[in-house]
Nanobody, 120 residues
Framework: VQLQASGGGSVQAGESLTLSCVAS????????MGWYRQAPGKQRELVAL???????NYADSVKGRFSISTNNAKNTVYLQMNGLNAEDTAIYYC???????????????WGLGTQVTVSS
């Protein structure tokens, strides 16, 4: 299984970016997909997560600005980021928890990360 993220870049404060991440490979189901980020000198933190049932969870710092969505048919998760500010500058990592069978354990996978830089 591989997670391929795209959409990072450099923007000015107040602008928007959309990140995409597609899961490829052979698996039974994806239980949840999400985005984490890690800024220099800081720990990796959850940004947003969406479950197979459609439930979402957001970090307080991005609520009202970021929106996570999925295309289940394409095993893809998106992160629409609006109103970006300098504090959003980080490497953004795609994450997926998936199963290889209906009775099996859930396994975690990570993408390589995509850089988001916001200039004030």
């Amino acid at each position: 299984v591989q997670l391929q993220a795209s959409g990072g870049g450099s923007v000015q404060a107040g602008e928007s970016l959309t990140l995409s991440c597609v899961a490829s490979g052979s698996f039974f189901t994806i239980n949840n997909m999400g985005w984490y980020r890690q800024a220099p000198g800081k720990q990796r933190e959850l940004v947003a997560l969406v479950t197979r049932s459609g439930s979402t969870n957001y970090a307080d710092s991005v609520k009202g600005r970021f929106s996570i969505s999925t295309n289940n048919a394409k095993n893809t998760v998106y992160l629409q980021m609006n109103g970006l500010n300098a504090e959003d500058t980080a490497i953004y990592y795609c994450h997926a928890a998936l199963q290889y069978s209906s009775w099996g354990n859930s396994y975690n996978f990570w993408g390589l990360g995509t850089q988001v830089t916001v200039s004030s």
